[in-house]
């Protein structure tokens, strides 16, 4: 090999290396339904940029673990859980998004039940925010949170996924109030009962609420059977 052809693969070598120095993270957008509002988990920041600040759960990717390995991972050590809804959405590549350099983070979103499953609590504080009060965010954690519901939105209309946030037996006026939270519109009452049965998603219980400050409901849960058979209806959500 001539050494003027030596050189330059030497030096493509010495280029290369600027590009391993970038490093990948993941963002986790963690929903969860609490007291009629959509809410997120928030930690509070530790760098020293964003003193005082709230941020979204996430962390750098490891050598050895794929995206979606430390996506779980995050979820993992954060709330405990292993088996909940997870969904990529977007990739963040601004240079200057994190100030310890070059980082690009993949976001996911995640849906809880808030009721069952709690949060573990770490170092930094961590509590649920809704959605809605939240104005700014460390790095550019309020651009991933809004384009995560942006998914969540345009994806509750024709995909099941809203009832990973609910108990397993849930109202019409729980599973309304739910979508009305995501989507920050009213919904006519009547219009999203007749509507939503057309869908086949449900199945009646035979069981009516209890303790409630209202009427009594009758209760629900998502029929995941007949759903994964295929019967996947393509009515639109009435607002």
């Keep these: 090999m001539g050494t003027a052809l030596q050189r330059t693969i030497q030096q493509l070598r010495s280029e290369d290396r600027e590009f391993f120095q970038i490093a990948i993270s993941v963002d986790c957008v963690i929903f969860g339904f609490d007291k009629n509002e959509l809410k997120v988990l928030l930690i509070k920041s530790d760098l020293e940029e964003f003193n ?41 590549g601004e240079v200057s998004r994190h100030p310890a350099g ?25 509590h649920w925010h809704p959605v809605n009060e939240i104005n700014t965010l460390a790095f550019d954690h309020k651009t991933i949170l809004d384009t995560c519901l942006q998914r969540l939105q345009s994806k509750i209309e024709e995909h099941p996924i809203v009832f990973n946030l609910l108990p397993e037996k849930f109202s019409l006026r729980e599973l309304q109030n739910l979508y009305e939270a ?7 009452r009547r219009n999203f009962r007749k509507k939503f049965f057309l869908m086949n998603w449900l199945e009646d219980m035979n069981e009516l609420e209890q303790d409630v400050p209202h009427r009594p409901g009758k209760l629900y849960r998502f029929n995941a059977t007949r759903f994964s058979n295929g019967k996947k209806t393509q009515t639109p959500m009435p607002v």
Excluded at 63 to 88: F, I, M, W
Excluded at 112 to 123: A, E, V, Y
């Design 102 to 126: 070059r980082v690009i983070s993949t976001a996911y979103y995640s849906l809880i039940n808030i009721k069952d499953h709690q949060p573990m609590l770490g170092d930094n504080e961590l």
């Design 52 to 92: 005082n600040q709230w941020s979204l759960l996430g962390d750098l990717v490891r050598p050895d673990e794929n995206l979606e390995s430390a996506s779980y991972r995050v979820l993992k050590d954060r709330t405990g859980l292993d088996d909940v809804y997870l969904e990529q959405v977007f990739t963040f």
């Design 182 to 188: 995501i989507l920050g519109v009213k919904m006519d």
